[in-house]
């Protein structure tokens, strides 16, 4: 595997559910972030982690849950989600402190 | 706070022309990225062109160039002799150098090369 790697590749559930997406990146890299992408609209940076620590959570939800067990692997843990939280759910990483970012295929979601 | 504008939300060219999509940002930084991102219909977004903002030379890749404006806060990517391949959504991006990765994306404009 090379790049950065997200599974499910789509997932469908339900509001009551509990589920988690995984991203995984395979550069070396050292900062890893999760983005929302929904139709018309730029995309949503949502958590970053450097270094293995979050230094930005932009006021989302707490029913979205992240977690970076290391700096090759990162979590959104998913409970109680609404409809409008249907989107692409776009993982990426870079080396800390730099801008370029490399970006996973992303994770389909919806929410009924 | 800094602001990434685009302000076509869909372009179509024809098959071996000439096409230019526009950004415009705002911040008051002056050490700084721009990058222009494409994402294809199968969503995997990809690293098209980036440009420093203290080289005053326009950076360029194979069929892609921008055109970067500093003063004027203008960004525009042009691309060359467009190929079917090419029909993505692009995103233009900002980023502060040195602070911790993060980006600031525009809206997107979604370009059709037409054969």
Redesign the interface.
Known sequence: ETGVTQTPRHLVMGMTNKKSLKCEQHLGHN?M?WYKQSA????E?MF?Y?LEER??NNSVPSRFSPECPNSSHLFLHLHTLQPEDSA?Y?C?S?????????????T?LTVL | AQT?TQSQ?EMSVQEAETVTLSCTYDTSENNY?L?W?KQPP??????VI?QEAYKQQNATENRFSVNFQKAAKSFSLKISDSQLGDTAMY?CAF??????????????TELSVKP
């Open positions: 900062a972030y018309k609209k730029p995309l940076l970053v450097s230094v930005e692409l776009l990426a870079s080396q800390a402190y730099s801008n370029e970012q490399f970006f996973g295929p992303g389909r | 990434v939300p990225y990058f991102y199968s969503r995997q977004m990809i690293l980036r995103f980023g502060i150098y040195n602070q911790g990765g993060k980006l600031i994306f525009g809206q997107g």
